[in-house]
């Protein structure tokens, strides 16, 4: 998956993978020691993460169904918890340092599609 942010016309990601199962969600991220520039991973239906078990520190951010940036948060560290904001629909996981390089911020309009 591609994810820009429209706003700021910087790319978020160029190969994000999307976790929209059960088990893909629960997996999310656990298995990986960190992730490399324009990598990330993208929760549908997104929601509160947590860092449980994780082995690197993460930037996530929080979109709505329209793709409108809800939150960010940055440089999450393992054994963590973020939680969503209501009306929640994307939760994408990125390498630390994605969000202060794009400028995404809430109110921001990222468009997410398929690679």
Known sequence: MRIEN???GAQVADRAV???TPLTRLVGLLNRRHLEPGEGLVLVPGGAIHMFFMRMAIDVIFADR???VLKTAVNVKPWRMVMAPRHSRYTIELPVGVIEATGTQPGDHLDITSS
């Open 66 to 68: 329209e793709g409108n």
């Open 18 to 20: 999307l976790a929209n």
């Open 6 to 8: 429209a706003s700021r």
